[in-house]
């Protein structure tokens, strides 16, 4: 697991600001020494050596914290999934010998819907730590800073501002639904010669019977199936190459329905994220092709960074306006993997694309029922035309969605119920940190 920790050597880019709340205070010790020359009293005198050595007081102190106030923040994940906890280290130290008698401390990430603040005290020569639990609801890319400390003098003369500009960058997975719950066919080319000679040294095996396609090699119709049904049944073969999975998702922004978190868009996400997961765990070749705002083809691989680039991009996935059939044209005559469509489409003009994939290789469509999520129109029409092109579906309820978000649940009650006793850190019986709503 990769880290995001803070390197303490490191000179980070910082900004500050030094900020005078009583505009009136040089004024008022010129109005005061100005009497005392004027009168010669020397109440004058007394008034303003107590007011200009606040006044200079103030100035060092700020000025100490200003060069010895430090802040450090560290993560140690570069990934995770919704609902799991992503641990951060807080530590706030002071160098000076002046003492910081509180510092508010303040992310100003824009991508986060909370930005932490806190606020604490910090001795001279000591430090403060603090530790964190992140709990993250939805997929995406998160930053974690700039921070920006804000303290000041004990009389409240200046304020004081420092903006640590470093960042640290987690991105949170979609969460992954169990293996079981997906049921996929075995990858095949259909009993076709011609595409069968070039993989005469590979491993071939049976997987299973389906129906004839214009095209389909005779050598290949499996004559009892074909005389039980009535109809003519070739064997599918798997080849290593038909084993390799191409995902299709479609981010079509026209077919999705429901919103936010409850969405065909969410769980179509969701489902290509576990089938990478699954894929990849079965030593397959897994690859993919969605269309968002811009296109995106990721050729199968088993690279071991391969799981990181298709979840970075399922992660910042966003709905676009590219249809499902220009999606597949982008991928014609796909011969060494199995295509897996995974759509919420009610539209049947993309089935054409993948009966004529069939013929050339291997074709499974998961349905997202778009129904379940609000949408009066169902995919009646889209199951017709798969049926009559024999194009192996699976459908697909939209509860899934729901189960995966329940596992992702159950881990952030379970951090939470954990965390409960690192909410507020004590040293010397008083309180070292306080959240600020």
Known sequence: MGTLS??????????????????????????????????????????????????????????????????????????????????????????GWLPALWVEITDVSDTMDTPMRLVSDVAGHT????????????????TLGPT??????PFGIYTL????????????????????????????????????????????????????????????IHWRASAHFDELIVRQLE??????????????????AGAGDNSTLELCIVLAASLTMRGLRENRKVGLVMAGPGYVKLEP?????????????LANAQPGSHSLSELMQQGQSIRTATVIQITPSSDPAWVGNAQRQ??????????????DFGSPVGQERVLAALKRGNVPYRQLPGKLLADAYATGQQNKRRQILAGEKAKLYSQHGRPAWQSVD
């Open 148 to 153: 920006r400390l804000r303290c000041s003098d």
């Open 239 to 256: 080849t290593a190459a038909s084993r390799d999975w191409l995902i299709f998702v479609d981010l079509d922004e026209a077919v999705q």
């Open 301 to 313: 691989s088993t690279d071991p960074t391969q799981s990181w680039r298709i979840l970075r991009l």
């Open 127 to 142: 430090h403060r730590t603090r530790h964190l639990n992140h709990l993250f609801k939805r997929r995406g890319v998160y």
């Open 358 to 371: 069939q013929k050339w290789g291997s074709l499974t469509a998961l349905l997202v029922d778009p129904t």
């Open 161 to 220: 501002t420092k903006l640590d500009q470093h960042a640290s960058t987690i991105l949170i997975m979609p969460p992954l639904l169990p293996s079981s719950q997906i049921k996929i066919p075995s990858g095949g080319i259909a009993g076709d010669e011609r595409l069968r000679r070039g993989f005469m040294g590979r491993n071939i095996n049976d997987i299973g019977l389906r129906n004839y396609i214009a095209g389909d090699s005779l050598k290949y």
């Open 6 to 95: 803070k390197d303490p050597v490191q000179k980070r880019p910082r900004q500050s600001e030094r900020r005078l709340n009583l505009r009136i205070l040089p004024f008022l010790v010129a109005g005061l020494g100005f009497l005392y020359i004027l009168t010669g009293y020397r109440g004058w005198l007394i008034f303003t050596i107590g007011t200009g050595g606040a006044w200079l007081l103030a100035f060092l102190w700020v000025h100490s914290l200003q060069r010895n106030l430090e802040i450090e923040r560290k993560i140690n994940l570069a990934w995770a999934t919704v609902g799991e906890s992503v641990p951060e280290e807080i530590r706030l130290s002071n160098r």
